[in-house]
């Protein structure tokens, strides 16, 4: 599903605004982008670098071509180039990215600086199969090493494990970037939104229990994957 450019500004703005009044982000941290419809052009919009997501405005957003070149608006966040290789390394997937939200979601980080991730057939991940909506609507988070925001070769890392989960058959809509703070993508801002919340709370769950509970056992998970198509 794509959106119109006017949708689109509207849209991201809402979203921000909603993310920031219920503390999934504080101060200027995280950004939005959506890919645009290419029968208007393509291209993508962004928040604006060191832009609050509580007070966005649609005309202010950064509007940037296929290629990644500048159009209009407040200068582009840097995180623009990760954002791109999401886009296009997703398109071989079940779940492309048509919208991505980036948060420093409080719990979610926290869980990366105490060590306790889950180890996985693909990878290092942020948590287990620990509740049913967790399973279907956000699945597998690879964590991805610590680099500097806006590194290269985070971007390098999330693309390898996007096409990694994919080949082994579990197309991933998100994944957990060390010390700074997850990325998910969906079809729409609000789909986008929805998942991340999913995500943050699971992880408030996980950082809640003092004794971590089992995860969720292969036939459960092999029910969900039947009856409603989880991607796990």
């Not at 450019?5 to 979203?15: L, P």
């Not at 993310?19 to 999934?24: D, K, M, N, T, V």
């Not at 959506?34 to 993508?44: A, D, I, Q, T, W």
């Given at each position: ?48 670098t060191d832009a609050c997501l509580g007070f966005l ?176």
């Open positions: 599903m794509t959106l119109d450019e006017s949708t689109a500004r509207d849209e991201i703005c809402r979203i921000g605004r909603s993310l920031f009044e219920r503390g999934y982000v504080h101060a200027t941290a995280g950004n939005i982008s959506v890919r645009l419809n290419s029968s208007e052009g393509g291209g993508f919009l962004i928040t604006p405005e649609p005309s202010r957003l950064a509007l940037l071509d296929e290629g990644g070149v500048q159009q209009s608006g407040d200068r582009a966040s840097k995180t623009i180039a990760l954002h791109r290789r999401i886009y296009d390394a997703s398109l071989a997937t079940a779940a492309p990215a048509h919208c991505i939200v980036h948060t420093h979601s409080t719990h979610c980080v926290g869980l990366t600086l105490d060590g306790a991730m889950c180890d996985a057939p693909q990878g290092r991940e942020l948590l287990p199969a620990l509740t049913p909506y967790f399973v279907m609507k956000v699945g597998h988070v690879p964590l991805i090493g610590y680099a500097r925001p806006g590194a290269p070769e985070a971007a390098d890392e999330v693309e390898s494990a996007i096409a990694r989960y994919c080949a082994a058959g579990s197309s991933i809509r998100a994944v957990m970037l060390e010390r700074l703070g997850p990325t998910v993508w969906n079809e729409t801002p609000a789909a986008a939104m929805a998942t991340l919340e999913e995500l943050e709370e699971t992880a408030k769950l996980w950082a809640l229990q003092r004794s971590k509970p089992a995860a969720l056992s292969e036939s459960q998970i092999e029910e969900l994957r039947e009856r409603f198509g989880a991607q796990w």
